[in-house]
Each structure stands twice: as C-alpha cells, then as structure tokens.
C-alpha cells in the first residue's frame, strides 16, 4: 500500500513557476516508477511527466517538454514536479501517481496508486 500526497500548487500568472511534490508513505518508492497527471476542468485526466526507477530516465508528453521537470529524492521518498513558464492551458488539479511493475507509460490504467491532487491555476 503505498499513500501519495500532492502539495505546492497554487495561483500564479502567466510565466511564472511552481514546485509541486508528491510525498509518499507506507513502503519506499526507491524502486518504483512514478508519473504525473494532470486534469483540467471538463476534460480527461492527462498524463504530463513520468520518471523512472533505475538511472532516473524522464518522458514527457509534448506540451511540457523544455518547461516542466521531474525529479525524484529516493532520501525523502519523495518526486517533484517543477513547472516553469506555466501556460493558462496549464491550469488543472495535478496528480501524482506510482506504478509499481514499472512497465507503463502514459496510460492512467499502468498505475496503482494515486495521490489526492493539487490545484494548479495560470491566469493570463
């Protein structure tokens, strides 16, 4: 069972930055692949950034690479999201999410444990 926490969201304008974390509790994440998403109101939940367990390989969805970066502190159990030149497109509740048998990507069924979100809001 593993218990994932979102913090750091807020409200900023246009260009602007935010660190996100995701705390997670109730075993290691060491050795566990972890994702974030994001849903914006009246749309699906995306996926946006992914990193790895071994050698802390990242993917991103297109529309956040160069401005968002994904990191993992395997110290404090604990995997960031930092969002830089944020967008009003960007504005969503951002989830963060693990996917224990690592072999997933983007897709929101790969993953087994879900965080309660953050809200993230870009005005223009």
């Known amino acids: 069972q593993v218990q994932l926490v979102e913090s750091g969201g807020g409200s900023v304008q246009a260009g602007g930055s935010l660190r996100l974390s995701c705390a997670a509790s109730?075993?290691?994440?060491?050795?566990?692949?972890m994702g974030w998403f994001r849903q914006a109101p009246g749309k699906e939940r995306e996926f946006v950034a992914r990193i790895w367990q071994y050698a802390f390989q990242t993917y991103y969805t297109d529309a956040v690479k160069g401005r968002f970066t994904i990191t993992r502190d395997n110290a404090k159990n604990t995997v960031y999201l930092h969002l830089d030149s944020l967008k009003p497109e960007d504005t969503g509740v951002y989830y963060c999410?693990?996917?224990?048998?690592?072999?997933?990507?983007?897709?929101?069924?790969?993953?087994?444990?879900w965080g309660q979100g953050t809200q993230v809001n870009v005005s223009s």
């Open positions: 109730g075993r290691t994440i060491s050795n566990v692949a």
């Open positions: 999410a693990a996917d224990l048998s690592g072999v997933g990507l983007a897709q929101r069924s790969a993953y087994d444990y």
